[in-house]
């Protein structure tokens, strides 16, 4: 289709803005930053996780699909300006991409120097700014160009890609897998002070971004999910290797599914990343760390310090994050 965007496909075209957007903060970062997208709309768009040091940038798009007096005009509610170190990222959907000139500001820099008014009684936020920036204009330190958004996420120009010899290549994850990870994000979920996020696509350690919404605090959460059944009454955790980055923001939740009752067992593992080292195996087998689990045992065991009654992961996440 051709022509300019209609006011009944508004929704539509800031859906190709943040599509656009989130696929080229991975290009340009050659997957240096991840993006998580939210399981539910509650205010903030996308968790950008920048792998080498593991920050999350808290990310609200503003698109526009025209300009007006030659500037992309921006209103924002300021009941939608709750997070004020998220960053607020705008542009222009041009045909076939993105416009050459993009804002990055935190919402606490945007709150400053935008004008407020009021709109039916409420406050609103308003700016605008052009393609070619002037040079007085009060935005001209949050504008960059489009080629260069990646460098505002403090990643520089990177070099290609190259695979390493001998990587194993990315499987499938199992039904099991996905009936684990689907059961994390329901627990949390009756936890209305949290917000949920999937990462698009899953290619590192965290498969859900956890964000607290007052603290605004997130975290990272792997899920693995164990068979048991009459063959495999003591199962083996297997964390993949050559993806695996430890981090203070993230954890592993292991979940145990008993496959003759089809439901899960009512003990899980919450475990910090940066301690699976602690109860893997001491070396690293076919490419996976590795330990064994006995789901219910009344034993001791090293794992001790890391077993939670599935009802109580919700509580333990939130505690985590508040």
């Not at 080498?52 to 500037?71: C, H, I, M, N, W």
């Not at 949290?194 to 350690?205: A, G, K, S, Y």
């Not at 290797?241 to 009752?261: C, D, H, K, N, Q």
Request: with cysteine; aromatic share 8%.
């Amino acid at each position: 289709m051709e022509g300019p965007w209609t006011r009944n496909e508004t929704s539509a075209s800031g859906q190709v803005f943040e599509f656009r957007l989130w696929a080229l903060l991975t290009e340009q970062s050659r997957g240096q930053l991840h993006v998580f997208l939210p399981v539910t709309d509650r205010g903030i768009d996308a968790l950008a996780h920048r792998l080498p040091d593991g920050t999350y940038f808290r990310v609200q798009a503003k698109a526009r699909s025209s300009l007006v007096d030659g500037e992309v005009h921006l209103v924002v509610w300021a009941s939608a300006l709750l997070d004020d170190e998220a960053l607020i990222v705008s542009g222009l959907v041009v045909e076939g991409g993105l416009g050459p000139t993009m804002l990055v500001v935190p919402v606490r820099e945007f709150k400053r120097l935008a004008d407020l008014s009021s709109a039916d009684g409420a406050p609103v936020y308003s700016m605008g700014f052009g393609m070619q920036p002037r040079s007085n204009s009060r935005w001209l330190p949050w504008l960059v160009p489009a080629e260069s958004l990646v460098e505002r996420f403090g990643i520089g120009p990177a070099a290609p890609a190259v695979a390493k010899v001998g990587e194993p290549r990315p499987t499938w994850r199992s039904d099991t897998g996905f009936l684990g990870e689907a059961e994390t994000v329901r627990l949390l979920a009756e936890d209305s002070g949290l917000n949920l996020f999937r990462p698009f696509p899953d290619l590192e350690t965290s498969e859900v971004g956890v964000l607290h919404l007052e603290s605004r605090r997130v975290l990272g959460i792997q899920v693995k999910t164990v068979g048991v059944d009459r063959a495999h009454p003591y199962p083996t955790v297997n964390v993949l290797a050559s993806s695996f980055r430890p981090s203070p923001a993230t954890y592993i939740v292991v979940l145990a599914w008993l496959r003759g009752e089809a439901r899960f067992h009512e003990e899980c593992l919450l475990i910090p990343s940066d301690e699976l080292h602690l109860i893997a195996q001491p070396k690293v087998s076919h490419g996976h760390f590795e330990f064994d689990w006995h789901p219910g045992s009344k034993a001791e065991s090293h794992l001790n310090a890391y077993r939670w009654n599935l009802d109580q992961l919700r509580n333990r996440v939130s505690s985590l994050v508040g």
